[in-house]
Nanobody, 118 residues
Framework: QVQLVESGGGLVQAGRSLRLSCVVS????????LGWYRQAPGEQREWLAK???????TYADSLKGRFTISRENARNTIYLQLTSLNPEDTAVYFC????????????WGQGTQVTVSS
């Protein structure tokens, strides 16, 4: 059974940093592209970053280098390091798994709330 479980969200002051984690279970860690999205209240879900099984990372231009995605294969975990946070970063952050094979399903985590106070 595939599960994506996020953690690491919380309330933080503007300018500070957070590290989000996503533990991936169910034998998909090496056969899916893993990534992060976020959704602010009243907004559409926004793609942030992705990382391949070989460790190649790609980011949304809007992040301006503030976020970093990484993976720790031994722990079946991906991370999203958030820096220079501002109130506009307040959102629920979701872990996502997209298959390389078009016929396989995609998966989402339940999300973790990040709230940035000014």
């Amino acid at each position: 059974q595939v599960q994506l479980v996020e953690s690491g969200g919380g309330l933080v002051q503007a300018g500070r940093s957070l590290r989000l984690s996503c533990v991936v279970s169910g034998s998909i860690f090496d056969t899916y592209v893993l990534g992060w999205y976020r959704q602010a209240p009243g907004e559409q879900r926004e793609w942030l970053a992705k990382i391949t099984d070989s460790g190649r990372a790609t980011y949304a231009d809007s992040l301006k280098g503030r976020f970093t995605i990484s993976r720790e294969n031994a722990r079946n975990t991906i991370y999203l390091q958030l820096t220079s946070l501002n109130p506009e970063d307040t959102a629920v952050y979701f872990c996502h798994a997209r298959p390389y094979a078009a016929t396989s399903p995609e998966y989402w985590g339940q999300g973790t709330q990040v709230t940035v106070s000014s």
